[in-house]
Each structure stands twice: as structure tokens, then as C-alpha cells.
């Protein structure tokens, strides 16, 4: 039984908040989720348009053997629609090449001598890299020593073609970094990511993730439109109206950016102290912009494979593009496709010339119908994932002062996981605290 009357409260209601509530709650813990926002969820939204066009806010999926998601999620009443493992790619001089399954079933893509991907060395080095990360546990990989990717791969032996064709479109798209500087640790987690389970979306949207989180705790439990604004002594929360709430702990749960500037804000006894390295936050952030496009009919440019299209052309606008109607048709009105195109960063395009951009792009890619696509919306997102370089720990301390926590993928490495894992270790320190 919890020793405390007061709650634990938790500011960001995204996965790591919601993770970190969950997991207190089940030991029988008082809680308090308080939200800016108007609904939970953080990165992970999804609207719902007048015409039925369900609208991730970025591109997202949710891995299906990440190991905090198998931990939380009944993934039947999320009834999770899974892509078909593999890509279509679109090669520099504007040919298609589509690999099957390369990662699950590496031997069947890469193995074919007129795959238009990669030289024999290279199909052989993936089936020995796939054996490669087998051999670890997800943490073990997250703990191993990291240079950038794009050393890692080099240094592993991969030529430059089968880098440009194949891992900066598809794993740039992943850490939403095309040059691939991101530590190569996480690419380790990732590739075993998905050698073993699949990229999947909720029927309904990734929202559904965060929506089933909090539809496990206590009515009242989850305050929306709730924005903190310090922390007090360590264990009080002032809020926007100037109300103090009491808590028997506090945990940030927000992105870095936002826990940098309460606890820039923080007031309160000197003994409270929080060291200097844990109060300074990396707080870089990748960028990216995902612009949806309506079909006025007809058949999905998709053609319903239900792979993901990836661009190997290092100066386009269009990144990736997938259609997610084609996973699950409930992400369209009957008769209509989804298009789903990422670019990311591009900081000093305007998004009116990047849908133009984006649109032309499209036009060469799927035909001249794609000029008539309707635009429904852009998401620019300047804070998608946080920067993760080689050298940081894939582990921050998240215990900040006696009575004061923080998680969330920017305390840890950008993903899904990482926030909802970090939640997890929180309300376990706290629960043996
Ligand atoms: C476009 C995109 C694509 C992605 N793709 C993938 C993917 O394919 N796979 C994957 O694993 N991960 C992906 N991610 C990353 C994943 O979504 C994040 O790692 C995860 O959602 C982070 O959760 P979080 O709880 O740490 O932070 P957040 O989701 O940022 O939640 C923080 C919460 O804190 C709230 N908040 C902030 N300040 C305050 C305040 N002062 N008072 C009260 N509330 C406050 C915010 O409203 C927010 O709800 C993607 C992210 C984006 C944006």
C-alpha cells in the first residue's frame, strides 16, 4: 500500500506521463496528471477531419515488439493494422525498386542478384548484421559504444550506394535525420526493432496509444488544459491561474524544452538542490513536416501493397510517403486514399512553397492526377524527436532532488520506448522510495 495522501504529480500527459501514471496506479499509488494540452497523447494526436480523414500529426508508427509497448498496450483493442515489412524505393534517376521484406527476411530480398539495391558483399552484410543484433537484448544494443550511423556503416563495410539507396532514406526517415549523424547504438535498437516485430498503426489512429493509457485510470485522474507553470519547494505545482497544487512528488513529464523552462522557473528551499548537469537539458530537437494530400478517387496510388515509399534523392522535398488507408481503412472515407508525405527539416521553406514543392514532386513520382490531390493539411513539427548524438547515455538520472523526477524520450533516446520506459522507471523509484 502507498505511504502517501498527497498525489504524485505528473506534469505532460504524453506516453511517458500516462506510462508513469499507469504504472503507480497499478501499485495503488495517488495520482495526478495535469496536461496543456486538450486531450492526451503529446506527440502522439491524431485529428479527425469533417470528411472522415483520420490525420496523424507526423508520421508514426508504433513497433510492435518495442518492449515497454508489449508491457502496456492490449494490442487487440488497439486492433493494430500492421505495413507490409519493406519499401518501394524510388532510386536518384527516378526508377522504383521495391525490396520485400529486407529486413525481416533479409535473405529473400537481398539475395537476388538483380535487386537494383546493393552489391553481393553488401546482401551478405545485412543477413550477418541481422545475426549481429540478435545476439543482444534491446538494452544491451541501447548500452553499446556509438559513432554516428553513417560511420557505422561505412566502417561496417556497406558501399556507398547501398547507404544512399537504401539506409539514409529509410532510417533517415526514422530518426528523421537523413545524414544519419544519429548515434549508432540507436540504430542497433532500431534495425532489431524491426528484424523482430512490425511498424503498425492503431485501426483508428495512433492516438488510440495514448487513449487507452488513460482510459485505464481513475476518472478525474487526468486534468486537461492544465498548464504548470513552476514548481515550488520540490513538491508543490503553481498552474496558470495561480493555483498551488500539493503533491507528495512531482514528475516532468514534458519534452526537454519545456522542463528546461520549469525548472528555470524552479523556486524553493536550498536543500532542494538539483545538480547543474541534471538541470541542463539537451534540448535540440529534429524537425519534420508531414503534408496529407486527398485522392478525388479512383484506385490508392498505393495500389493497397501497403509498403512504405521511400525517396533515394538526396535533394527532394518528399522524403517518404505512405498511405495509410491502405493499413486501415479507417483512416479514409470510403472511395478516397490518404497520402501521407514526411520532409524533414528544411527549416527555411515556407510551408505554402514546400506543399507546392511537395506537390510537383508527387506529380513526377505518381502521375499528373497528383497535381489535383486535395491538400487537407501540414503539420510542421520543430520539436518531432529529440537531437540523440553518439556519447550520450542512452539512460539520464531521472531522479532530480528527493522529491522531484522527470522521463520522457529526451531524458533517454528518441522513440516510443525510451518515453514510455523512462515513465516506468520513474513510478518504480518512487514506488520503492
Ligand atoms: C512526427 C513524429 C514521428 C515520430 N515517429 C516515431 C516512430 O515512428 N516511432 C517511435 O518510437 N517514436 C516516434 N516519434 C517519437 C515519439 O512520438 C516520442 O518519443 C514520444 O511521443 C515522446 O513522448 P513524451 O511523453 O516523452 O513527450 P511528449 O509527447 O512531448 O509529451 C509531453 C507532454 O507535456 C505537456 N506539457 C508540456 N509543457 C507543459 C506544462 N508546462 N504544463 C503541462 N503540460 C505540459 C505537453 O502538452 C505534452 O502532452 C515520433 C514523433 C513525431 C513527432
Redesign the pocket.
Given at each position: 500500500m502507498n505511504p502517501v495522501s498527497k498525489p504524485i504529480i505528473i506534469?505532460?500527459?504524453?506516453?511517458?506521463?500516462l506510462s508513469c501514471a499507469t504504472w503507480l496506479h497499478r501499485a495503488d499509488w495517488p495520482v495526478l496528471l495535469?496536461?496543456?494540452?486538450d486531450a492526451v497523447?503529446?506527440?502522439?494526436r491524431t485529428d479527425v477531419t469533417p470528411e472522415g480523414f483520420r490525420l496523424d500529426r507526423?508520421?508514426?508508427?508504433l513497433?510492435t515488439n518495442y518492449p515497454e509497448a508489449r508491457r502496456l498496450f492490449d494490442y487487440g483493442a488497439l486492433n493494430l493494422k500492421a505495413f507490409r515489412s519493406g519499401a518501394v524505393i524510388r532510386l536518384a534517376n527516378g526508377s522504383e525498386t521495391t525490396l520485400q521484406n529486407p529486413l525481416q527476411h533479409p535473405q529473400g530480398a537481398f539475395s537476388a542478384l538483380t535487386s537494383a539495391i546493393g552489391t553481393l558483399p553488401d546482401k551478405l552484410r545485412v543477413l550477418s548484421f541481422v545475426r549481429h543484433v540478435l545476439k543482444y537484448t534491446p538494452e544491451e544494443l541501447l548500452a553499446r559504444p556509438a559513432t554516428d550511423t553513417l560511420t557505422f556503416l561505412q566502417r561496417y563495410g556497406w558501399s556507398e550506394q547501398m547507404i544512399n539507396a537504401f539506409f539514409k532514406p529509410f532510417f533517415g526517415g526514422?530518426f528523421l535525420d537523413r545524414e544519419l549523424t544519429t548515434a549508432s547504438n540507436f540504430f542497433e535498437f532500431v534495425f532489431q526493432q524491426f528484424v523482430t516485430g512490425e511498424a503498425a498503426i492503431p485501426a483508428l489512429g495512433m492516438q488510440q496509444l495514448p487513449e487507452q493509457l488513460a482510459a485505464r485510470l481513475p476518472a478525474g485522474t487526468v486534468q486537461l488544459n492544465?498548464?504548470?507553470t513552476a514548481i515550488v519547494n520540490g513538491s508543490q505545482v503553481r498552474l496558470t491561474t495561480g493555483k498551488v497544487l500539493e503533491a507528495a512528488a512531482v514528475v516532468i513529464?514534458?519534452?526537454g524544452l519545456?522542463a528546461t523552462r520549469?525548472l528555470a522557473g524552479r523556486s524553493g528551499k536550498p536543500d532542494d538542490a538539483i545538480s547543474a548537469e541534471a538541470a541542463s537539458f539537451p534540448t535540440a530537437a529534429r524537425l519534420?513536416t508531414?503534408t496529407y494530400f486527398a485522392t478525388r478517387g479512383g484506385h490508392s496510388p498505393g495500389r493497397n501493397d501497403k509498403l512504405l515509399r521511400l525517396n533515394a534523392a538526396s535533394n527532394a522535398l518528399v522524403h517518404n510517403v505512405a498511405f495509410p488507408a491502405d493499413v486501415s481503412g479507417a483512416y479514409a472515407p470510403a472511395g478516397r486514399a490518404l497520402v501521407s508525405v514526411s520532409t524533414h527539416g528544411e527549416r527555411s521553406t515556407s510551408e505554402e512553397e514546400l506543399t507546392a514543392g511537395v506537390r510537383r514532386e508527387l506529380a513526377a513520382w505518381f502521375g499528373p492526377a497528383a497535381r489535383e490531390w486535395e491538400h487537407l493539411r501540414s503539420y510542421r513539427?520543430a520539436t518531432?524527436?529529440p537531437v540523440y548524438l553518439a556519447g550520450q547515455p542512452a539512460h539520464q538520472s531521472l531522479r532530480l532532488s528527493d522529491s522531484l523526477y522527470r522521463c520522457?524520450?529526451w531524458t533517454a533516446y528518441?522513440?516510443?520506448?525510451?518515453?514510455l520506459a523512462t515513465g516506468r522507471e520513474v513510478a518504480e523509484m518512487i514506488i520503492k522510495s
Amino acid at each position: 500500500m502507498n505511504p502517501v495522501s498527497k498525489p504524485i504529480i505528473i506534469i505532460g500527459a504524453g506516453m511517458a506521463g500516462l506510462s508513469c501514471a499507469t504504472w503507480l496506479h497499478r501499485a495503488d499509488w495517488p495520482v495526478l496528471l495535469l496536461d496543456a494540452a486538450d486531450a492526451v497523447g503529446g506527440r502522439v494526436r491524431t485529428d479527425v477531419t469533417p470528411e472522415g480523414f483520420r490525420l496523424d500529426r507526423g508520421f508514426q508508427v508504433l513497433q510492435t515488439n518495442y518492449p515497454e509497448a508489449r508491457r502496456l498496450f492490449d494490442y487487440g483493442a488497439l486492433n493494430l493494422k500492421a505495413f507490409r515489412s519493406g519499401a518501394v524505393i524510388r532510386l536518384a534517376n527516378g526508377s522504383e525498386t521495391t525490396l520485400q521484406n529486407p529486413l525481416q527476411h533479409p535473405q529473400g530480398a537481398f539475395s537476388a542478384l538483380t535487386s537494383a539495391i546493393g552489391t553481393l558483399p553488401d546482401k551478405l552484410r545485412v543477413l550477418s548484421f541481422v545475426r549481429h543484433v540478435l545476439k543482444y537484448t534491446p538494452e544491451e544494443l541501447l548500452a553499446r559504444p556509438a559513432t554516428d550511423t553513417l560511420t557505422f556503416l561505412q566502417r561496417y563495410g556497406w558501399s556507398e550506394q547501398m547507404i544512399n539507396a537504401f539506409f539514409k532514406p529509410f532510417f533517415g526517415g526514422v530518426f528523421l535525420d537523413r545524414e544519419l549523424t544519429t548515434a549508432s547504438n540507436f540504430f542497433e535498437f532500431v534495425f532489431q526493432q524491426f528484424v523482430t516485430g512490425e511498424a503498425a498503426i492503431p485501426a483508428l489512429g495512433m492516438q488510440q496509444l495514448p487513449e487507452q493509457l488513460a482510459a485505464r485510470l481513475p476518472a478525474g485522474t487526468v486534468q486537461l488544459n492544465t498548464a504548470v507553470t513552476a514548481i515550488v519547494n520540490g513538491s508543490q505545482v503553481r498552474l496558470t491561474t495561480g493555483k498551488v497544487l500539493e503533491a507528495a512528488a512531482v514528475v516532468i513529464a514534458t519534452d526537454g524544452l519545456a522542463a528546461t523552462r520549469l525548472l528555470a522557473g524552479r523556486s524553493g528551499k536550498p536543500d532542494d538542490a538539483i545538480s547543474a548537469e541534471a538541470a541542463s537539458f539537451p534540448t535540440a530537437a529534429r524537425l519534420t513536416t508531414c503534408t496529407y494530400f486527398a485522392t478525388r478517387g479512383g484506385h490508392s496510388p498505393g495500389r493497397n501493397d501497403k509498403l512504405l515509399r521511400l525517396n533515394a534523392a538526396s535533394n527532394a522535398l518528399v522524403h517518404n510517403v505512405a498511405f495509410p488507408a491502405d493499413v486501415s481503412g479507417a483512416y479514409a472515407p470510403a472511395g478516397r486514399a490518404l497520402v501521407s508525405v514526411s520532409t524533414h527539416g528544411e527549416r527555411s521553406t515556407s510551408e505554402e512553397e514546400l506543399t507546392a514543392g511537395v506537390r510537383r514532386e508527387l506529380a513526377a513520382w505518381f502521375g499528373p492526377a497528383a497535381r489535383e490531390w486535395e491538400h487537407l493539411r501540414s503539420y510542421r513539427i520543430a520539436t518531432a524527436l529529440p537531437v540523440y548524438l553518439a556519447g550520450q547515455p542512452a539512460h539520464q538520472s531521472l531522479r532530480l532532488s528527493d522529491s522531484l523526477y522527470r522521463c520522457g524520450d529526451w531524458t533517454a533516446y528518441p522513440s516510443l520506448n525510451a518515453a514510455l520506459a523512462t515513465g516506468r522507471e520513474v513510478a518504480e523509484m518512487i514506488i520503492k522510495s
